[in-house]
């Protein structure tokens, strides 16, 4: 088994910018210092997205409280233009981040097309967009498939639209994801993740909406290839996903365990390793003698016991040992030699 590829770190800004490009940047500078591979944003136009008259998800309604329901125009404020797009890649490209994007709407994938980003998030409620899933794969690149909201049945239909228009299975990695903000911990179902790698054989990863950073670190110990998790520059802002993302000393300690649970996972193979060598000496035990013992003398499970160190015979030898003489004379906790 071979080791543990590295796992891509998504850090998803979204649209905690708030519109405003100074804390997209912001954002960007937060995540490069937590050292995740992208930084990801939101790519819309309000009027391609929502109807005029579509409401908030309850989980907006707390979370921004402006007693104001319509989704459209807590959406139109949340926009990012193409010209700031174009400088929040110089801006990554600066800081030596990779930019990436979600499109909502096939306008804007046209649009991330003309960036040349080479890679796809297609989210939770896009999954049955049967003409925005058809435009993605016709696009044949790498595609980051979520699954909020979704049974297998909604998987399958999506895969076999991207499968179908061009995009690859090797290049298909599908995000186990629970679309609450938050996700309550007894909804989680970390163990679907596996069930989609053992059904769909594709790369999995996970899309985290939990408080806090377990879940998502469990995820890679489990097999996540890639990890999503929205982040923030500080919890009491207002918009909408705020209360469940990430602040940036939080998104630090999110990564940096998990590149440790990549070095603890290892290649699979059980062998001593080389930091523990030294120790099986000192924990093992050998065969000595108990008692005083003559040359000539039978050794038997009188004159014999086991104690530490295990630099002599293993006690797995015992049998071979008992009954054979002594060809020296042995002090007590002496070790026996064949």
């Not at 999506?158 to 909804?187: R, S």
């Not at 000393?249 to 523990?276: C, D, F, P, W």
């Not at 071979?320 to 020296?328: E, I, M, Q």
Request: net charge negative.
């Amino acid at each position: 088994m071979s080791e543990m590829k590295k796992v891509l770190i998504i850090a998803e800004a979204g649209v905690n910018h708030n519109g405003s490009i100074e804390v997209a940047k912001k954002l960007v500078d937060a995540a490069v210092l937590a050292g995740v591979d992208y930084v990801k944003f939101q790519s819309f136009k309000a009027e391609n997205l929502v109807s005029k008259d579509a409401k908030k998800a309850e989980y907006q309604q707390i979370n921004m409280a402006d007693g104001d329901d319509s989704q459209f125009t807590m959406l139109k404020k949340l926009e990012l233009s193409p010209e700031q797009h174009i400088e929040l890649i110089a801006y990554c490209n600066e800081k030596g981040i990779k930019f990436f994007s979600t499109a909502f709407d096939l306008e804007s994938i046209d649009f991330l097309a003309s960036l040349k980003l080479g890679l796809w998030k297609i989210p939770s409620g896009e999954i049955t967009n049967y003409p925005y899933l058809k435009q993605i794969a016709l696009k044949k690149e790498p595609v980051i498939l979520s699954t909020g909201m979704c049974d297998m049945t909604d998987i399958d239909n999506a895969i076999q639209v991207l499968l179908k228009f061009g995009v690859t299975k090797e290049q298909i990695t599908v995000l186990h994801c629970n679309t609450e903000y938050p996700t309550p911990m007894h909804d989680v179902n970390l163990n679907a993740m596996k069930a989609i790698a053992d059904k769909f054989e594709v790369n999995i990863g996970y899309s985290d909406h939990t408080k806090g950073i377990e879940v998502p670190i469990a995820a890679v110990a489990l097999g996540a290839t890639v990890i999503e998790k929205h982040f923030t520059l500080d919890k009491t802002m207002e918009g909408p996903d705020h209360k469940a993302s990430l602040e940036p000393q939080e998104l630090i300690a999110m990564t940096n365990a998990i590149r440790n649970i990549e070095m603890a996972l290892g290649s699979g193979e059980k062998k001593v390793t080389s930091s523990e060598i030294n120790n099986k000496s000192v924990a093992r035990k050998s065969i000595v003698a108990s008692q005083y013992i003559q040359v000539g003398d039978v050794l038997t499970e009188s004159n014999l016991t086991v104690k530490r160190p295990g630099t002599g015979i293993s006690p797995m030898l015992w049998e071979n040992v008992l009954g054979t003489k002594a060809t020296k004379s042995y002090q007590p906790d002496e070790l026996i030699e064949l």
